[in-house]
């Protein structure tokens, strides 16, 4: 499944914040959430926007690229890849305009890269801070349903970054299944944040940005970024680095197959279980 660039333009993103255990401290980022209060304690803090078509502000500029990562490096700038999945989920809404259910149709491979801003007041000043600064791999791959049984079981969300000659593990090698809230407890969540999440703290009114985005039958929400390795959780990014993620499948792929994937891409096989995003990074 392929999705074209007009396709893409036309899609709101949305990430899910703290639906990975530890990743958020690791992050820097717990302290943001302090006043975030969830159902349960492992519930996701909440959700916040990447990119909204037609958004008069920063939100309005396109960020996805399949090849590069694009930030300003003459200055001290602490950027993190943050290794996740993404789904594109078709969307419902009652006469009300509310979303009434989001059903799961394909995933992909992403980069919710972020800049370590302590003093933003939003997520998403994090998020998008101009074009091509967040990754999106070409290569969907179909949901044949969300739900435990499904094609989804036996994905990991694998990350690596070479600097020179040298391939360091970025983020923890980490089965999907580990997602705090997935499947249908997911789905459940997204359309009662998407009705419900108010502009507190870190996050924003997301009935606004879905009416300002005309009530989109479709958008891309990125599931949470994986935990670091302990190299990750320091290994802010340079320019000319290359960096990978691999959503691949277990049972098809080994764990140690993937950096010799990363290393030489042009192996990859055409009949790769999974989808790989692979960037280079560079000044702006």
Not at 107 to 115: K, L, M, Q
């Amino acid at each position: 499944m392929t999705l074209t660039q007009q396709q893409l333009q036309a899609l709101p993103v949305f990430g899910i914040a703290g639906n990975f255990a530890e990743h958020l401290g690791q992050a820097g980022e717990d302290a943001d959430f302090v006043d975030i209060q969830t159902e349960e304690e492992n519930a996701p803090k909440g959700m916040f926007p990447i990119y909204i078509p037609g958004n008069p502000t920063f939100l309005g500029t396109y960020p996805l690229s399949n090849q590069t990562i694009q930030a300003d490096f003459s200055h001290p700038i602490n950027l993190q890849m943050e290794p996740e999945i993404c789904v594109l989920f078709d969307v419902s809404y009652n006469e009300q305009k509310q979303v009434t259910q989001v059903e799961a149709k394909a995933f992909s491979a992403f980069n919710d890269c972020s800049i370590r801003r302590p003093n933003a007041k939003k997520i998403s000043q994090k998020k998008n801070w101009g074009e091509a600064c967040t990754g999106l791999s070409n290569q969907w791959i179909e949901i044949d349903r969300f739900e435990k049984g499904g094609i989804l079981d036996n994905y990991h969300i694998a990350s690596y970054l070479k600097r020179g000659d040298e391939i360091k593990q970025y983020g923890v090698d980490s089965p999907v299944l580990g997602y705090n809230y997935f499947y249908q407890k997911l789905s459940q969540w997204i359309v009662k944040t998407l009705n419900s999440q108010s502009d507190f703290g870190p996050l924003e009114n997301l009935t606004d940005l879905l009416k300002e985005a005309n009530y989109p039958e479709q958008l891309i929400v990125t599931l949470g970024a994986t935990r670091y390795t302990e190299f990750g959780e320091t290994g802010f990014l340079k320019a000319d680095d290359q960096i990978g993620i691999f959503v691949y499948d277990q049972s098809h792929h080994k764990a140690s197959d993937i950096p010799n994937l990363f290393q030489h891409p042009e192996k990859i096989p055409e009949n790769f279980s999974g989808s790989a995003l692979i960037q280079s990074v560079s000044e702006d």
